[in-house]
């Protein structure tokens, strides 16, 4: 293949195992030219960015991370697809040069399914350096005819060389390397490889040896009258191997991947690593996964987050809302006092008052991303996951199962998701149905308004333990509910790879602290502003007075005679027991589409009906006991999971009966819990 300079761009994929550094690759690579979106038709996300070379334009696709090209889990039937199906100029394999005996294996498998145009990227190269490890790269890039580049991917070393590598490739690709796995195997694969003339040639060996193993997706595929030759040959192939080896044929095939990269480790290796390589990090674990010590500290670690996200965040919150009460004032002196100006009230009521209360904590979004994101990439999120299977399978959850949980906690759509990653339905389908009592990032937004309108700034950092807390509890009983009745099953064991701990870099952490916050804020430049707008109209029309509206009982009376006013008023009598009133029902239905509209709404009700000066904070602790305003936190913990959330439910379970089942039974679940609450307390004084 050899290729000069066009004006299209060079499509680049990057393929390799989870933990190997490839996401970090790929943003040295690519810098701030990302866009991440879905793969067509499945809830997989793609990643893509663009970097220029002497002139050309290189597009970049960020592959699912994945142990193998198998057809098990979506990660690996899509980075599978995606190889097989799209025209990718270059490959490049990232494996991680601490674990080469295990990360080579994907190697192996490219080699087989796209020989002609791949680069080895040896990532981490400094830490399997201050292991001792020393490999002969010259004699690996001959052995295996490709370039082969060493890296620092989160700091960005041996990225030009990378570069320069992905261009050689474009340019002119070398001999292509003769894959020798065995004599009985290679046999095997030629003779089913010759009935698959209508397959690319490059891709044959590898679909060969996919109808060896007798891969679904693959036999699916080929269950055409065209491919009954290749279908039988391979059935004949596959009773002759396991009858010659004496084994399962898929268990044959492994043993041959791994003796290959063993036997090319052997010849490239000039200095093996020294045994005590993670001598650091399983000192580390001794103290941090302490059967005893290991939990409380996890526990004090997000306690800390909490306490961050408060009190430093405390400043610039105040600084924006100062700001954009400045701004209300600006805009609305550009009308006469006491005007009653529709316009005035959408810009001032309506856009500043519901899409300010929002972006008003920004900053406490950003302190919160910024403490998780160094928890994930130090590898201590790992840890807390094994902590914590031992607890979720007392409760009937797979271990696993905690790391989608915790992505719930910046949102609930990609935790959702991230159930894919359990192989077994009742594992997925418990998890996905508890994961909205997960605390998101939206939620965030709800906390920062209420626990300072209702707590003292001592326990501030307290009640938002206590309410992410909560949900985890009652996430843990509610799975064990399920998973004692309609979703009964044997547990799976647990195995997860704990990588060593790892220096996060400042630009690793930047980038995905401001890419979560840039979502965040594009949601209320365009939904919440939206929805901000159908809120004032609901609030403010119809016009039943003549009146300003903007003024004490006046105001507060048009706002009980508009639409949104008619609505809470209906719900009025179900919120009393709670200690809450019609105000707080017509923020309730804002909530629903999603969980930040809950603060613009009521950013927006006492904008309208209330002129007094005060802060919304100030009004909710004049309008509502403390103990109210906890009950609430807890029905809106709890109650209504947005509609995003139910898609995706809908979606990743395929019934729409998964999805009404956790939408009625949390709200059913957070009215119950927020009226026992509320009424025990009352009792308690």
């Known amino acids: 293949m050899s290729r000069a300079q066009t004006q299209t761009p060079i499509r680049v994929a990057l393929a390799g195992n989870p933990n190997s550094g490839k ?14 979106g879905n793969y067509p038709g499945v809830t997989v996300e793609k990643r893509t960015g663009l970097y220029t070379l002497e002139g050309q334009e290189f597009e970049v696709s960020d592959l699912p991370g994945t142990y193998s090209m198998s057809s098990y889990t979506p990660e690996e039937r899509v980075a599978q697809d995606d190889l097989l199906e799209q025209d990718h100029d270059v490959v490049v394999v990232v494996v991680d040069s601490t674990t080469l005996s295990r990360s080579l294996v994907l190697l192996v498998q490219m080699l087989q399914l796209d020989p002609g145009r791949l680069v080895l990227c040896l990532n981490m190269a400094d830490e399997a350096a201050r292991s001792g490890q020393q490999l002969d790269l010259d004699l690996l890039r001959r052995l295996l005819n490709i370039p082969v580049v060493e890296t ?46 209508a397959v690319d040639r490059d891709h ?21 009258a065209r491919f009954d030759r290749a279908l039988q040959e391979a059935q ?33 290796t000039l200095r093996a690593p020294h045994r005590n390589a993670r001598l650091l990090s399983d000192g580390i674990d001794a103290v941090l996964v302490h059967r005893l010590f290991g939990l409380p500290f996890f526990f004090a670690v997000m306690y800390g987050i909490f306490w961050l996200t408060f009190t430093v965040g405390e400043y610039p919150m105040g600084w924006i809302e100062a700001g954009f009460a400045w701004l209300g004032t600006h805009i609305a002196s550009l009308w006469p006092p006491g005007a009653d100006s529709p316009l005035r009230s959408l810009l001032v009521d309506g856009i500043i008052a519901g899409v300010g209360g929002v972006v008003v904590f920004l900053p406490n979004i950003l302190l919160l991303f910024l403490g998780l994101a160094l928890v994930e990439d130090t590898g201590y999120m790992a840890r807390a996951a094994f902590l914590m299977d031992r607890l979720m399978h007392r409760f009937g959850l797979h271990g696993r199962s905690f790391v989608p949980m915790m992505v719930g906690f910046g949102c609930s759509v990609p935790g959702i998701m991230a159930t894919r990653t359990l192989e077994h339905e009742h594992d997925r389908l418990a998890t996905m149905l508890v994961l909205p009592l997960m605390s ?75 890419q979560r916050s840039w979502l965040y804020l594009r949601k209320a430049g365009t939904v919440i502003l939206a929805i901000s707008i159908v809120m004032w109209f609901i609030t403010s029309y119809p016009r039943t007075l003549s009146a300003p509206r903007s003024g004490g009982a006046t105001g507060a009376a048009q706002l009980e005679g508009s639409i949104a006013g008619h609505i809470g008023k209906a719900m009025d009598p179900a919120l009393r027991p709670l200690g ?31 002129d007094d000066g ?26 209504t999971p947005c509609m995003a ?41």
């Open 23 to 36: 996401t970090s690759l790929f943003n040295a690579l690519t810098g701030g030219r990302q866009h991440v």
């Open 152 to 197: 620092v991917g989160h700091r960005g070393e041996g990225i030009d060389g990378l570069k320069q590598a992905v261009r050689q490739v474009t340019i002119a690709s070398p001999e292509k390397c003769k894959l020798t796995l065995s004599p009985a195997l290679d046999h095997a694969i030629a003779a089913v490889a010759e009935h698959l003339t």
């Open 204 to 224: 044959r060996a590898w679909v060969a040896t996919k109808l060896l193993l007798q891969d679904p997706l693959f036999v699916q595929r080929m269950n055409t």
């Open 236 to 268: 004949r192939q596959r009773v002759r191997l396991e009858a010659e080896s004496g084994r399962d044929v898929a268990l044959f095939v492994m043993e041959r991947y791994h003796g290959f990269v063993d036997g090319l480790l052997r010849q490239v």
């Open 440 to 514: 998101c990032g939206a939620r965030l937004t709800i906390w920062m308004l209420l626990i300072p309108a209702f707590f003292a700034p001592a326990w501030r950092a307290s009640a938002l333990w206590a309410i992410y807390a909560t949900g985890i509890v009652l996430a843990l009983a509610l799975a064990l509910l399920l998973r004692r009745t309609v979703l009964s099953g044997e547990d799976a064991p647990f195995v997860m790879e704990l990588p060593p701990y790892r220096m996060p870099t400042a630009r690793a952490v930047t980038t995905r602290m401001m």
């Open 580 to 610: 809450l009133d019609w105000k707080v029902g017509t923020a309730l239905i804002g909530a629903f589409a999603a969980k930040e509209v809950f603060v613009a709404q009521l950013g927006i009700i006492y904008a309208v009906g209330h």
């Open 614 to 639: 005060h802060t919304l904070r100030q009004q909710l602790r004049r309008d509502y006991s403390p103990r109210a305003g906890f009950a609430l936190m807890l029905f809106l913990l709890i109650a």
């Open 645 to 685: 959330t139910l898609a995706v439910t809908r979606r990743e379970s395929g019934s729409w009966k998964w999805a009404l089942l956790q939408l009625g039974g949390l709200t059913t679940l957070g009215y119950v819990v927020a009226l026992v609450f509320y009424q025990l307390s009352r009792l308690a004084v």
